[in-house]
DNA sequence: AAAACCAACGCAAACGTTTGCGGATAAAAC
DNA sequence: GTTTTATCCGCAAACGTTTGCGTTGGTTTT
């Protein structure tokens, strides 16, 4: 039953052959000839011959792996990345490995330890929520293996960012509110030291500046996540009494603060209306659907993946560069 | 600004001693003095030595790495899954690769090789909606590389499985809508020749039988995608004129029907009552909230991971092992 | 017929580890 | 003062590849 991996020694053994030559005649390599090429791939085909990748990567010094860091697989947007990912790489011969920080700074340096060790040739980075420290990453600059930053990205380490025009898309999904009539906007914000939060915050405040509208720092809740908004309900049930509309800096936490005022009795968008960030497809399924802004992870994660492997394959030699994804407004029934 | 990485024998020659003395400092070895044994060790984190883990793959034919093929990241399920596995591999010392099949036949071939040419030490699968054929399977168990499937399972290859009790909990939720009045329920179902299409179908029957309910073949639909659900729309509302309930296979199918039902002036549930299966986030968020069965994917991944492991390890020598969780009712407002 | 050449293949080193075995030094036993 | 023993360390092979260079034969030049 056990039939253990066959290696190029075997083959050449098998064939009364040197493992060079079996080694250049699965490339078809002009100084072997024609008939031994044909008899070896024959056999090796026979024997279902793999190449051992970790011998070649040793080898090589070259894994053609790259390394993919992300907060949590389970946001629709973070696995849409990944899939994007994977279709590029895989086409040019790379494999994916990914790792999840779970918005954890020591589990994020674990994992670019990890993917260290297994000499990935390059990384594909979303930085966790709670990295305050970008050592491990500036320790990658310096032994001069590739990152490319997606979505969320530090200023502090200099490298190619791909990411989502954050602030437009802010501006965009407030404007709509502003338009629509609201002049009370609340602002679930992300954290503040990271792009995303701090562009579409900053985006609310132009929108507001624009709209001759006077920020109010009291609407600004710093609150992410379904799991803050059902801790923070009393605070923003007390804010939403003297406003219009909220707009949230993903789409979870937007129809997190959706369902607490609908049992709250609030009738959304007419008494007061909701924005989300992302269009995640919980936004078509919500009643009522949610406004947002697309934010397409697919193609963020592709792009990522395109700059990386030319980086890698010697192609851009350039200054690192950012690529800006446009923001598109959704609009839709809850504002 | 490149420094490359630090070898064993960079050390040696660093510290005048033989790279054999070096790896053994590393790991205390009791015939490496201990003077020597610190010397090396300082120096190691001094230079931020980091084992390759090609190289050890290689030279212990073990790449302590294990493979994973699921057909779509971007469902919750299959990502809660990968949480699960991450979090107890990571535990262990194990790094995870992640290839997604795209309910692909080929692709799935194309993974298993790509995986098998990185030497995994065993895989963790849930098989494609498309595969027929599980010659690349058996292939990995001739070579005696462990494969333990995960929720999607073919009874042609021997080997351990992490499954739901999907028998059951179809059983328990059209028992459920029977209880509820419901006597014309529509099943759509998924594909018969995998063991989760099949067994929630014969469940579907079970709880018929058991209420003494005649099983109506016209009202068992293939179809479990929301795009299937989109393509037999009109199929599916001449069925749900003489209907009751429908039962769906897997949530999102649910959800989709639920809204063409309502997007023709069906009130859910009065009119007709909705089921699915799986508890994916969406079955809360939507209205009316989606009855349905849990699904722990979280847990079937991390099981799934625990008797891979052991396998590997060498624990586990008896025979392949099904483990099957237990399904439980989530009873919401749509049916 | 010696020199030069070419086609086809083998040898051996290298990538970074681990590990069995043997060697050196020194202390302990006789 | 020789032998034993223990302690500490180095040599070299091996894992599966790739690749520069050397080695065969045999064919073409002059």
């Known amino acids: 039953m056990k039939s ?179 002049r009370n906007i609340i602002h679930l914000a992300g954290p503040q030291h990271l792009s995303v939060g701090r562009e579409r915050y900053l985006g609310y405040a132009e929108a507001l500046k624009e709209a001759g509208v006077p920020l109010q720092d009291e609407l600004v809740l710093k609150c992410d996540t379904p799991a803050r908004v059902a801790q923070h309900s009393a605070k923003l049930l007390n804010l939403a009494t003297g406003a219009d509309a909220i707009f949230a800096v993903n789409d979870f936490t937007a129809v997190a603060a959706m369902r607490l005022l609908q049992d709250h009795g609030y009738i959304i968008p007419d008494q007061i209306a909701v924005a989300g960030f992302g269009d995640d497809p919980i936004a078509t399924v919500v009643r009522p659907s949610l406004t947002t802004v697309e934010q397409r992870g697919y193609d963020i994660g592709k792009e990522a993946a395109r700059i990386l492997l030319n980086r890698l394959s010697g192609e851009t030699e350039e200054d690192f560069k950012t690529k800006i994804f446009p923001a598109f407004l959704k609009v839709r029934d809850s504002g």
């Open 4 to 182: 253990p991996q066959v290696s190029i020694s075997d083959i050449a053994r098998d064939l009364g052959v040197a493992p060079s030559t079996v080694s250049r005649a699965l490339k078809n390599h002009p100084e072997i000839s024609r008939d031994t090429c044909l008899r070896i791939q024959e056999y090796a085909r026979k024997v279902n011959y793999r190449p051992n990748a970790l011998a070649l990567g040793l080898k090589q010094q070259k894994s053609f792996t790259i390394g993919v860091i992300i907060p949590e697989i389970v946001h629709h947007f973070f696995s849409s990345v990944i899939s994007g990912i994977e279709d590029l790489a895989y086409g040019k011969g790379y494999r994916v490995i990914i790792c999840q920080s779970n918005e954890d700074y020591h589990r994020e340096v674990i994992n670019v330890e990890a993917l260290s060790d297994h000499r990935v040739d390059g990384f594909l980075v979303s930085i966790s929520k709670s990295t305050r420290d970008n050592k491990h990453f500036l320790n990658l600059s310096e032994q001069g293996i590739p990152i490319v930053f997606m979505d969320r990205a530090t200023p502090e380490v200099d490298s190619d960012r791909v990411l989502t025009n954050d602030f437009e898309g802010a501006r965009l999904v407030v404007s709509h509110l502003l338009k629509r009539g609201c």
